[in-house]
């Protein structure tokens, strides 16, 4: 079974330096860059991840350590994730 990524590792790439989750020049930033993003970081990431691209990470406690790269963030997010649905107003 050949399921699609729900979100590429460019689009991880993009969230962590708009938001600038990632100081450095963006050249610097490569899949196994190591990422250390402490806690409020981590929580505007996933708030930013849900928003932009209704994510849902489902998540327990060991795997709050596995957002050290992008690669990691890619792994986590097709394990974990969950396509959630956009709200639309019908008015």
């Given amino acids: 079974m050949n399921e699609s990524p729900l ?3 460019e689009a991880i790439k993009r969230l962590l330096l708009e938001n600038q989750l990632f100081v450095s020049r963006p050249d610097e930033l490569n ?3 190591l990422i ?3 806690s ?3 929580i505007w990431f996933l708030d930013m991840l849900e928003h ?3 994510i849902h990470l489902q998540l327990e406690d060991g795997d709050y350590e596995r957002f050290d790269s992008i690669h990691a963030i890619y792994r986590l997010i097709q ?6 649905k956009r709200h639309t ?3």
């Fill in 79 to 84: 394990e974990k994730g969950v396509m959630i």
């Fill in 7 to 9: 979100i590429s590792k």
């Fill in 36 to 38: 250390m993003m402490d």
């Fill in 40 to 42: 409020l970081c981590l």
């Fill in 89 to 91: 107003n019908t008015m």
């Fill in 52 to 54: 932009r691209n209704h």
């Fill in 31 to 33: 899949d196994d860059s």
